[in-house]
């Protein structure tokens, strides 16, 4: 499947990380917006590192692009442990 910026990613890791956003993006951009200090952190292990890091890159997106992503990539910590490679780059 094509990824983010065109980068080949796996199929079942970008479905998981798409349906992951979909489901917490409109909720956490409404928290942010009334918590200007507050940040996030993604966390994941193995699989569902790959999930976390695709998630997070969806939520620093421009939000032009992509629906819901915050415009505060700043705010935003990814942790990962045993991520599997996600993509060609």
């Not at 079942?12 to 990380?17: E, Q, R, T, V």
Request: hydrophobic share 45%; charged share 15%.
């Amino acid at each position: 499947n094509q990824g983010l910026e065109g980068a080949k990613v796996h199929a079942g890791f970008n479905d998981a990380a798409r349906g992951l956003f979909s489901m917490v993006a409109p909720a956490l951009r409404s928290t942010l917006e009334r918590h200007p200090t507050h940040g996030v952190l993604i966390t994941g292990h193995s699989l569902g590192a790959a999930t976390a890091m695709l998630t997070a890159l969806l939520l620093c997106e421009q939000p032009d692009t992509v629906p819901y992503a915050l415009p505060w990539a700043d705010r935003i910590t990814l942790y990962t442990f045993a991520e599997p490679m996600v993509g060609d780059r």
